[in-house]
């Protein structure tokens, strides 16, 4: 098999199995929440019905996932060469391992991939009404709940799918910095900042705003808030510009 993914980062030797699916819609919509997620090996245990044409509609551009999908007999097939396997599920199970939730799940999966540096891992999603069996819980190294409602638990399969790929993502890469703003320009300095709040000291005290006698605690607010704001260099200097034209305006009215 020709995977999108091999082994170019540890993402690349996850597996997200889905067994017996019923709905191939799910199972497109499966592939698109993995994709998104920076998955893209998906096994398949004895659908229902797959290939099928609401499964790519419902892949949504995740359509190379689906045409890489493995299609096993059995559980033990999809599972087999993995080093460590998580069962998602909504019950809690007698005479099984203690549960984890799914965060603590990806997480104690993110620390296997960074452990073993070739073994696969893999993350089970039962059947839409089912779930997993007993049989296939006892399969896995450990199992997780989605921490939903306790009065409705019933999450969509590839919603469960999205989280628990999210999740594992996060732990994987970590939040990282934030998003960036795509016309942001460079972060004022120190020196352009205060250059800003001397302007605007200026700026008040000659339009009779701020009296120097008694300043009270305005200056200081002002620092807070540009401090809170993170300004950009253009930001600084079209404040500024705006003070000056207004510094002008009032000079020119008197």
């Known amino acids: 098999m020709n995977d999108p993914l091999?082994?170019?980062?540890?993402l690349g030797r996850v597996r997200i199995v889905l067994s017996r699916t019923s709905h191939p819609g799910n199972i497109g919509a499966a592939a698109r929440a993995m994709k998104?997620?920076?998955?893209?090996?998906?096994?398949?245990?004895?659908?229902?019905?797959?290939?099928?044409?609401?499964?790519?509609?419902?892949a949504a551009g995740a359509t190379d996932v689906l045409a890489n999908a493995r299609v096993c007999a059995s559980l033990d097939e999809a599972l087999s060469g993995t080093v460590f396997t998580v069962a998602m599920t909504a019950r809690r199970r007698e005479l099984a391992t203690e549960p984890l939730w799914v965060r603590d799940a990806m997480a104690a999966t993110a620390a296997q991939l960074a452990q073993d540096a070739r073994g696969d891992v893999a993350i089970v999603f039962g059947n839409e009404s089912a779930g997993l069996s007993n049989e296939d819980l006892a399969r896995c190294s450990?199992?997780?709940?989605?921490p939903c409602n306790p009065e409705w638990t019933s999450l969509n399969l590839a919603a469960a799918v999205q989280i628990a790929c999210y999740e594992l993502r996060l732990a994987e890469v970590g939040a990282g910095a934030a998003p960036t703003i795509a016309d942001?320009?460079?972060?004022?300095?120190?020196?352009?900042v205060e250059g800003l709040i001397s302007h605007f000291e200026s700026a008040a005290v000659s339009s009779g705003f701020l009296d120097p006698a008694e300043p009270k605690r305005l200056m200081h607010r002002l620092r807070r808030?540009?401090?809170?704001?993170?300004?950009?260099?253009?930001?600084?200097?079209?404040?500024?510009?705006?003070?000056?034209?207004?510094?002008?305006?009032?000079?020119q009215r008197f």
């Open 6 to 10: 091999a082994l170019a980062s540890p």
């Open 36 to 58: 998104t997620m920076g998955l893209g090996r998906l096994f398949l245990v004895t659908p229902k019905i797959f290939p099928d044409a609401q499964a790519e509609a419902m």
């Open 142 to 146: 450990r199992w997780a709940m989605i």
């Open 184 to 192: 942001a320009s460079d972060r004022a300095s120190f020196d352009e």
């Open 225 to 251: 808030m540009f401090s809170r704001a993170g300004l950009e260099k253009v930001e600084v200097n079209i404040l500024r510009g705006i003070l000056s034209s207004l510094v002008d305006r009032t000079k």
